[in-house]
């Protein structure tokens, strides 16, 4: 099936990579290797020889009214470095991904993911269609892999060579988000979390991911709180992963002297799981200034600056504030880097 599929594409026809190939192709380390590529490329939309850089449009929302939403996300990522078999070489993505989500999914009999994603790869020299890449598995991963991305650079780095270990990590909604972050935490930054709370609406739901878990990471204690102040009381650093247009937890929530939060779901806005004043009394990051006035309209806080500008050390978290956000909302240019690094290791097979 694999061998066809590269014979099509020797023939100059576009190659569909497909989802159970993509989840094998797929690692953290990877991951976050291009991403940080993506994010510096998002600072700089200036073309440059020997810089990453990007051109990049809003993205659109089409509703499907009473269901959900197709979002198209286009974007161009020139000059940025990728590691491959070969070694670490520059390249050009231009992409473009259509995803939809339709959160009554879950309900389904059988279930299906609320978001469900197609990246499409085009030849950056001529436009033509070089891939069709699914893209459901790397939007999970790629969100989480922002997520690591974000805590690497605000939070862990400070502490990586602390002598005890024992920071609490908690997730607030345990759908298809709040796994895949738990997993990438875990992995990604081993032995740095000793405990972890989990909070989910529909407990049954945490508990499965606890039995999950538990399996994959034996000797972590895992808890689930009946609520999401409890989930994140002791925790140093948080992923928020739900569709709550309210609040789950505000400042006096927290009780740890320096928290990380990765604030990922969407309610009613890209802002409403977390309280006001602590967007008002943290750092916040953000992927790329694109977003703000379109999908952060109305945001009562100041933006510090975009993850790639930290990576870059052109920005930092002021560590006499008790709290660091990373508002979360997902960008074209990760697509892009992440379906080329698919594309890369699938044509290497
Ligand atoms: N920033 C980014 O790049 C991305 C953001 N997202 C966003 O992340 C969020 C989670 O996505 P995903 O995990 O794929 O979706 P899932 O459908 O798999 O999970 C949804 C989660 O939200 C919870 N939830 C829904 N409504 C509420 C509510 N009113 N209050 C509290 N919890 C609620 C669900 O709880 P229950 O089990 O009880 O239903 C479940 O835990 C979504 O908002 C999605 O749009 C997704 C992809 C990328
Ligand atoms: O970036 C994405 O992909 C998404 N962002 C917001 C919710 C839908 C998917």
């Not at 996300?73 to 020139?78: A, L, Q, V, W």
């Not at 699914?134 to 805590?151: N, P």
């Not at 508990?207 to 009946?226: H, M, Q, S, Y």
């Not at 880097?337 to 044509?347: G, P, R, T």
Request: charged fraction near 20%.
């Amino acid at each position: 099936m694999e061998r066809d599929e590269k014979q099509q594409h020797d023939n100059d026809e576009p190659l569909f990579i497909r989802e159970a190939v993509v989840k094998e192709l797929l690692s953290w380390n990877d991951c976050v290797d291009a991403l940080e590529s993506a994010l510096v490329a998002a600072t700089n939309s200036n073309k440059s020889a020997d810089k990453p850089f990007s051109s990049q449009t809003p993205r659109t929302f089409t509703p499907v009214p009473g269901k959900g939403v197709l979002l198209s996300m286009p974007g161009f990522i020139g000059n940025y470095p990728l590691q491959t078999v070969t070694g670490n070489e520059r390249h050009s993505t231009l992409a473009c991904k259509l995803v939809t989500s339709f959160s009554g999914n879950s309900k389904l009999n059988p279930p299906l993911p609320s978001i469900l994603a197609t990246i499409l790869m085009f030849n950056a020299d001529t436009g033509r269609l070089k891939a069709i890449v699914d893209g459901t598995e790397i939007t999970a991963w790629r969100t989480a892999a922002v997520s690591l991305v974000a805590t690497k650079h605000l939070y862990y780095s400070s502490r990586r060579f602390n002598s005890s270990n024992d920071y609490t990590l908690a997730i607030c909604g345990t759908g298809a988000q709040g796994r895949i972050h738990a997993i990438g935490m875990l992995t990604y930054f081993p032995n740095f979390f000793s405990k972890l709370n989990l909070w989910n609406r529909t407990k049954s739901r945490a508990v499965k991911l606890r039995d999950e878990l538990n399996k994959l990471f034996p000797g972590l204690t895992i808890a689930v709180l009946d609520n999401s102040t409890d989930c994140v009381n002791d925790a140093d650093v948080i992923v928020t992963a739900t569709n709550s247009s309210t609040p789950l937890f505000g400042k006096n929530d927290l009780r740890k002297s320096s928290v990380h939060i990765n604030a990922i779901g969407a309610g009613t806005n890209h802002h409403s799981e977390l309280a006001l004043d602590i967007y008002q009394s943290g750092s916040v990051f953000i992927e790329s200034n694109l977003g703000i006035q379109t999908e952060l309209k109305g945001i009562e806080a100041y933006v510090k600056g975009e993850i790639g500008e930290v990576i870059k050390d052109e920005q930092r978290r002021d560590n006499s504030e008790k709290i660091s956000v990373f508002q979360s909302m997902g960008n074209a240019l990760e697509d892009g880097v992440m379906a080329n690094l698919i594309y890369q290791k699938f044509i290497r097979l």
